[in-house]
Structure formats: C-alpha cells, structure tokens
C-alpha cells in the first residue's frame, strides 16, 4: 500500500520544478501537514498553498502550515477550500494594518470561539486583522474576543437579562440581537463595537457598558475600547474577508508576481537541475550499490593479504596506474608490471590463499580499468604500448597466471642476453 506515497512524493517533485522553493522544503511542509492531520488527497494542495504563503508573506511555510491547519481543524474547514484560507488571508493583510502573522496567530486563538458561535473561516480572519490592525496583541485579543464571544453566544441561547444588557449596548431590541448573532456572530460583534461607540461618543463610559454585560476588567477594556475608535474597520474587514473567499484569487496574483522576479526563475532553474539529479539517482542506484559492495570487499581481502602479497603492493598500487595506461602512462607502469607478475607466480606455492585472491578480484576487475596488467611474453607489452590492447585482456593476463596457465618469465635477464 505504499503507492499513495509514490505518487505524493511525485506531485511534490512536480511542485520543485514550478516553484521557488527547494524540493526539501517542499517535502518538509507536506510532513509537517501530515502530521497535523490534512488527509493524504489534501496534502498536496495544502502544500502548494503553504508554499505561495511562505513566498509572498512575512510567513513561513511551516508556520502557515501549522497555524492554517489548527484553524481548519477547529473549524471543520473543507481541504479543496485552503486556497481560499490562504488568499483571504493574503487579502485582509495586504489591505490592513496588519500582518498575515499577526492575522493568523490571532484567528487561532479566536477559532475554538468562532466555530462555537457558528462563524465562518473568512470572518475569524476579518475579526482577527481587526483586532491586529489597531495594535491588540495576540494574546490579550485572543483571549478577551474568545470570552466576549462565548457569553454573547451563553446570552441568545438562555435569553433573559443577559441578552437584554448586549441588545441595549447594540442599540437593537433582544429579538434582533438574537436573531442577528444566530445568522452572521462576527457581524454581531460589529453591531455591538459599533454600540459602544456610540456611548464613547455621547459622553457616557464605555467601560461601565462593558461592565454590564459581564465583561468586566482591565483587558476586557482595552480590547474593546480600541476596537470602538475604529468601528468601521471591522466592517469593512468582514465585507473584504467575505470577497476575497468568493474570489479565491488574493494569493496566486501574489504568488504570480513573485514566481515571475529574476531570482525565483532562477530557484526553480536549481531545482529542475536537482530533480533531475533525483532521477538519475534512482537509476544508477542499483548499479552503485553493486560497486560499493563489490568494492568492500575487494578492500577487506587486500587487508586480509600476508606478507608475501603486501610485498607485491606495487601492483596494488597499479589500481590507480590502470587509469594512468589509459591516459598514455604506459612505459612508466612497465617495470612495476613485470615485478607483480614474477612475485604473483611465486605467491601460488608460498601463499595459494592470496593467489586465489588475486584470481577473484581479477576477474571483478574486468572492464572496470581496476586492477592490474600482467603479459606473457615481451612482445605482449610491446603490442600493448603500440595497440592500446583494452583493460578486459590485462584482467584475462592476470587470472591465467593466477591459475597456473602462464609461467613467469624474467623479461630483464631476457633482455641482457
């Protein structure tokens, strides 16, 4: 059953090759919105999403990943819906005093008060850039709005006096205050902001009014009364809200402007290169594996080698002349060559284990240009200089001698006679 994740990690591959971001990032935010509960079908599109945010805001991809998700959890928010999230989001802070950071540290902690009044994802957002567009601090809007919200919610289910007190603040009848907060509870909230600015404006003590509906104290105070000397700007930030999640278009003109400067164009050139470094890496795995194990091996024979063998380290040492053949360093390797040959011979009576060795790795070495080049007459290494025979021969040589088949012969006294 791994195929889903297959074909999760090509989607995010897809995204490295479009986006800015590097694959690893990519791959980091999609765990991060694993972990915090997006399902499988969703996590590509969250992912995409948390990207253009961390892109064109002053966000993060993970801290948009773990603050958009804590909302949509609470909130019950549909997964095809988080690009409208994002760019309502990127809407209320583009055209607020306010920052998406600021907005969103502020909706999550509003959300679980929200969903309880029935409120929608767009108007937690407009409530929350509100809030922050007047300078209330996260933690003290949070907490103030959350309890604000919870007893007005208390005071329309249990009616009575409760209800009575935030109608006469709101200006309405308890009927209409009622009836307001169960079809739009943000905009209920705006009808009470804008009630008590009314009795800031007459004169009368704003914060005895709060007093009287039992939001008493200090932060109650200070939340409230700064939202009432910009009454308007709640409004308008829930009819912004409301139009940029219809329009579900705020994030990708963002992200389109920023994709479209020199040096994105330039992040996703890198990361097209990565990609296909991914690719080619999964073909030659395989193969590389093969030559990594082949060549541990080799090592821990060589270490394994008695004396006799380390004495013949001249060849050995012919692991890297066999590219230096190639490269027109034949002559030089010559006489090392002819004392390898006469001192592997030897090696069959004195030391048969390394020999046989020798004759194993021999034939690994094969066409990898590896190991050694060993001849069978004077003339071989001539032809060899002059032919450039290939390396699959020298490998051929050394095996033959190896088992028996060539005897060694002592080219330099030849020579002299």
């Not at 290169?273 to 590389?288: C, K, N, R």
């Amino acid at each position: 059953m791994s195929w889903p994740y297959a074909e999760l990690d090509g989607e995010l591959r897809g995204m490295a090759r479009t986006l800015p971001s590097t694959h690893r990032e990519i791959a980091a935010t999609a765990e991060a919105a694993g972990q915090l509960g997006v399902k499988r079908e969703d996590i590509s599109g969250f992912t995409a999403t948390m990207i253009d945010l961390g892109e064109t805001t002053d966000l993060t991809a993970d801290q948009a990943a773990t603050g958009m998700a804590q909302i949509m959890n609470v909130m019950g928010t549909a997964g095809e819906d988080v690009e409208r999230f994002g760019s309502t989001l990127v809407e209320l802070g583009n055209n607020g005093a306010s920052t998406e950071s600021q907005i969103l540290d502020m909706s999550v902690r509003i959300a679980g008060a929200a969903k309880l009044a029935g409120a929608s994802e767009s108007d937690v957002l407009a409530l929350a850039n509100a809030m922050a567009s007047v300078g209330i601090e996260s933690q003290l809007g949070g907490s103030a709005m959350s309890r604000a919200m919870t007893q007005m919610n208390s005071a329309v289910l249990s009616g009575g006096e409760e209800l009575a007190a935030f109608a006469e603040v709101a200006g309405v009848t308890a009927e209409e205050f009622a009836e307001a907060w169960r079809a739009d509870p943000v905009a209920a909230v705006g009808m009470f902001v804008d009630g008590l600015a009314r009795i800031d404006a007459s004169g009368q003590d704003a914060a005895t009014a709060l007093s009287d509906v039992g939001l008493k104290g200090t932060e109650n105070a200070q939340v409230f009364l700064r939202l009432t000397g910009a009454s308007d700007l709640l409004n308008d930030s829930i009819t912004q809200g409301r139009a940029a999640w219809s329009e579900n278009s705020a994030l990708a003109d963002e992200a389109a402007k920023r994709y479209a400067t020199v040096s994105s164009q330039l992040e996703v050139l890198r990361n097209n290169v990565f990609d296909a470094g991914i690719t080619a890496g999964e073909v030659l795995l395989p193969a590389l594996t093969e030559i990594a194990e082949g060549g541990a091996a080799f090592f821990g024979w060589i270490s394994d080698l008695p004396d006799e063998a380390i004495s013949a380290g001249v060849g050995v040492g012919v692991l890297t002349s066999a590219t230096a053949l190639l490269l027109g360093g034949t002559l030089l390797a010559i006489p090392k060559l002819i004392e390898m040959h006469a001192t592997l011979v030897s090696l069959r009576t004195t030391a048969p284990l390394a020999a046989a060795g020798i004759r194993g790795v021999a034939l690994a070495a094969g066409g990898l240009a590896a190991l050694v080049v060993l001849a069978e007459a004077k003339e071989w290494i001539n032809g060899f200089v002059s032919r450039n025979d290939d390396l699959e021969q020298m490998a051929e040589t050394l095996v033959r001698v190896a088992d028996g088949q060539l005897q060694a012969v002592d080219y330099r006294r030849s020579e002299d006679a």
